[in-house]
């Protein structure tokens, strides 16, 4: 099949990771198609990656592993990894530091404090949008955070709250009676919104209190877009909890990798230079 990318992606909670095909330059644009992500896959930080389960993929696939990126916002957790890289198998990954490595940029008051895996998930939009188009970007992990991204390409900035995990830990942790409910009871099915009993009244108002903030914030946005633009921005979700929140918002559109698609490119300039 031919050689990939092997992007990671260090959050506060989990490693994501995955094989991606080789991005396409359209140097008539001057944009670029993102790369396919053919195989992921995640861990907890207490985890190790499969090593064995990547090796056996690339085995099966007919192709090997031309390069490695990672980056994140845990600092230790990209340290650990690096140190007990595989070299042997797969070459020493490139490592992005800090946010000022990221060609993005960034309208917003303290720009080097601004999480990387935003300006990545804002990196990889830009290869997305049309021309003089903005990006609304909504990332659901550990913490959810919605981003916007203006015509010119400039990151502006956008909200962080509490993904469903960290919501679902706080009502457990911070309460002496209420049970912790798993991303996986949320979803299974999706809730009805009028619990008739605890968990099925926790599950409802995480479920739906998500869902509303990511309305009420992209109707905000839209609001000040519109003083500036007639066109409709281009709306994006991803991270883990991205497919759960798709099934009700599916006017927006879902890209559950953009973080590691955007270090793809990422490593893909990098090496052009």
């Known amino acids: 099949m031919g050689n990939f990318t092997f992007s990671v992606d260090v959050g506060n ?3 994501k990771y995955g094989l991606l095909e080789p991005v396409e330059t359209n140097e008539s ?3 670029s198609t993102l790369a396919t ?23 099966e696939q007919g192709g090997a592993v031309a390069k490695s990126v990672i980056a994140g916002s845990h600092p230790l957790k990209v340290g650990e990894l690096v140190s007990g890289w595989p070299q042997k198998d797969f070459q020493k990954p490139k490592v992005v530091n800090n946010s000022s490595e990221i060609p993005i940029e960034s309208k917003v008051e303290f720009p080097e404090t601004v999480g990387i895996d935003r300006l990545l ?3 990889a939009a830009n290869a997305l949008r049309d021309e003089n188009q903005s990006a609304i970007i909504v990332d659901n992990g550990t913490a959810m955070t919605v981003d916007l991204v203006d015509s010119s390409g400039v990151f ?6 509490p993904g469903f995990e960290l919501l679902a830990r706080a009502l457990h942790e911070y309460t002496a009676l209420l049970p912790y409910i798993e991303i996986e009871e949320i979803e299974n099915p999706i809730p009805f919104p009028v619990g008739n009993e605890t968990r099925s009244a926790i599950r409802s108002g995480l479920f739906w209190g998500q869902i509303g903030a990511v309305r009420e914030l992209i109707e905000r946005f839209e609001t000040e ?12 979700l991803t991270g883990g909890g991205a497919g759960l929140i798709s099934k009700i ?8 990798y953009l973080a590691l698609q955007g270090l793809a490119l990422l490593s893909d300039i990098q090496n052009a230079g």
Do not use: M, Y
């Not at 930080?45 to 690339?58: A, G, M, P, S």
């Not at 502006?156 to 709250?161: E, F, K, P, T």
């Not at 519109?226 to 921005?233: F, G, H, I, L, V």
């Open 37 to 59: 992500c053919i195989f992921q896959g995640s861990t907890s930080h207490d985890e190790k990656i499969d090593w064995t389960e990547i090796r056996q993929f690339l085995e």
């Open 156 to 161: 502006c900035g956008g909200a962080i709250l």
């Open 225 to 236: 877009l519109q003083a500036k633009s007639d066109q409709p921005p281009l709306k994006f």
């Open 29 to 31: 644009s001057q944009r």
């Open 13 to 15: 909670s989990r490693v």
């Open 121 to 123: 998930n804002a990196f």
């Open 249 to 256: 918002l599916k006017d927006i559109q879902l890209e559950p």
